[in-house]
């Protein structure tokens, strides 16, 4: 998307990211900053829409994976339902709030979404708590990153869980293969020792992994969350 203030500029824009793109759409300038900031929000309220759903699902005593295989199963219209987890991809979340400020904080809908996503990790805790004795139980978090196969920790919701898990059980360890961080320790270490493991980021080399104690993948992709 082009948005540019003449026809000039347009044109030369259009000739360099034809190097890139096979197709390129005019707009004014207002319109390609609105279409990249309502892609975001758009991404950012859909894993929003997932959390909230995952929370009630588990809340109940449900499956929320099974749930959304099950209605994505030979249903176009639910192709788009995105996957519970960790949302904290920093475009995502700064255009949702670029966007709101853009519309004079009018932008609820945005504004809910922030509060579902950055909220989660707490969320995740209190279930938690009510199913075991935190307390008592050193707890391990797999992936640090905001993303798979990633060393980009920005905004990473597991830091975040991490900073509340500090407060709620005996020990917290956590574990990256990608980002650099000297707190970090092994996944071996991490899996000997903790008594419950968190999945923060699903990274492909959790997936070979045998694991004794309770998993907690929100995501679902390592595997289904095991209690």
């Given at each position: 998307m082009?948005?540019?203030?003449?026809?000039?500029?347009a044109r030369r824009a259009a000739e360099l990211f034809g190097v890139?793109?096979?197709?390129?759409?005019?707009?004014?300038?207002?319109?390609?900053?609105?279409?990249?900031?309502?892609?975001?929000a758009y991404r950012y309220i859909n894993f929003a829409i997932a959390n909230q759903f995952y929370a009630i699902a588990e809340k109940h005593g449900a499956d929320f994976h099974r749930i959304r295989e099950a209605v994505r199963e030979d249903y176009?219209?639910?192709?788009?339902f995105a996957r519970a987890g960790y949302t904290a991809r920093p475009c995502l979340l700064k255009d949702t709030m670029q966007l709101r400020a853009f519309d004079h904080n009018?932008?609820?809908?945005?504004?809910?979404?922030?509060?579902?996503?950055?909220?989660?990790?707490?969320t995740i805790v209190q279930q938690l708590?009510?199913?075991?004795?935190l307390r008592e139980m050193t707890v391990g978090i797999l992936g640090m990153a905001f993303k798979p196969e990633s060393d980009d920790s920005r905004d990473s919701l597991s830091y975040?869980?991490?900073?509340?898990?500090?407060?709620?059980?005996?020990?917290?360890l956590c574990s990256d293969p990608y980002v650099s961080d000297e707190n970090l320790i092994?996944?071996?270490?991490?899996?000997?020792?903790a008594d419950l493991i968190i999945i923060g980021t699903p990274h492909d080399a959790y997936r070979e992994l045998e694991f004794r104690q309770p998993v907690i993948d929100v995501t679902g992709e390592i595997g289904r969350t095991q209690q």
């Open positions: 082009i948005g540019a203030v003449n026809e000039r500029s890139i793109s096979p197709k390129v759409t005019f707009l004014k300038p207002v319109e390609a900053e609105l279409g990249k900031l309502f892609c975001n176009p219209r639910m192709a788009s009018s932008f609820v809908m945005g504004e809910s979404a922030r509060m579902i996503n950055e909220g989660f990790p707490a708590k009510r199913a075991y004795p975040k869980i991490r900073k509340i898990l500090t407060v709620e059980c005996q020990r917290v092994t996944e071996e270490e991490v899996v000997e020792q």
